[in-house]
């Protein structure tokens, strides 16, 4: 069963905690990405990555950070930082550069009170 | 930044009858496009892409037109569904060498009975 996961659907923090949401994806793609939508609105790219070991910050990275270690895995911390991180969180792949359809994560639910 | 727009936050379709959502863009040299469908709680699903070399595509129930001359996409779904109805979003690449998508804020789709 291929695709991309993400967990957990919902996640609940108290304000001042860092938190990480999961990525994983089996379909051997290159590219990975984290993308933000809140109510209503589009998707805001926080980060990507193109390759294992890099990663560039997208629009809105500040209060973000994330890690590419593994070619499966890009998890994205939410800190302290982030001001409004309450929001609806999307991951996606793309296999490479001449193939850019991104497919995305089922995404996580943030809720930080 | 907002490149890509589309033209109706809602559009009401009757079952049965075809749909057409619009979007505008305006960086003439993207060069690949996408439409997405999300809905209520999920991850976007990709529908279709296109290449700014082709002006037409065609899948399943449902056509992309791209018109590079006014920067114009539209996606025709035909003989819309009950299950049809979800928020539609058009993307671009904005340059050949870069992994990033646009994304408009998206079109809400809703089908009468």
């Known amino acids: 069963d291929g695709g991309i996961t993400q967990s957990p659907k919902y996640l609940f923090r108290k304000e001042g905690q860092n938190v990480t949401l999961s990525c994983e994806q089996n379909l051997n793609h290159d590219a990975m990405y984290w993308y933000r939508q809140d109510p209503g609105q589009g998707l805001r790219l926080i980060y990507y990555s193109q390759i294992v070991n890099d990663f560039q910050k997208g629009d809105i990275a500040e209060g973000y950070s994330v890690s590419r270690e593994k070619k499966e895995s890009f998890p994205l911390t939410v800190t302290s930082a982030q001001k409004n991180p309450t929001a609806f969180y999307l991951c996606?792949?793309?296999?490479?550069?001449?193939?850019?359809?991104?497919?995305f994560g089922p995404g996580t639910r943030l809720t930080v009170t | 930044g907002e490149n890509v727009g589309l033209h109706l936050p809602t559009l009401s379709v009757q079952e049965g009858d075809n749909s057409i959502i619009n979007c505008a863009y305006s960086n003439s040299a993207s060069d690949y496009f996408i439409w997405y469908k999300q809905e209520s709680g999920k991850g976007p699903q990709f529908i279709i892409d296109i290449r700014s070399n082709m002006d037409k595509r065609q899948g399943q129930r449902v056509t992309v037109l791209l018109n590079k001359t006014v920067k114009h996409l539209s996606l025709q779904i035909a003989a819309t569904q009950p299950g049809d109805s979800a928020v539609y979003f058009c993307?671009?690449?904005?340059?050949?060498?870069?992994?990033?998508?646009?994304f408009g804020a998206g079109t809400t789709v809703t089908v009468r009975a």
């Open positions: 996606a792949s793309s296999p490479g550069l001449d193939h850019n359809e991104q497919y």
């Open positions: 993307a671009e690449n904005l340059r050949s060498n870069d992994y990033k998508l646009s």
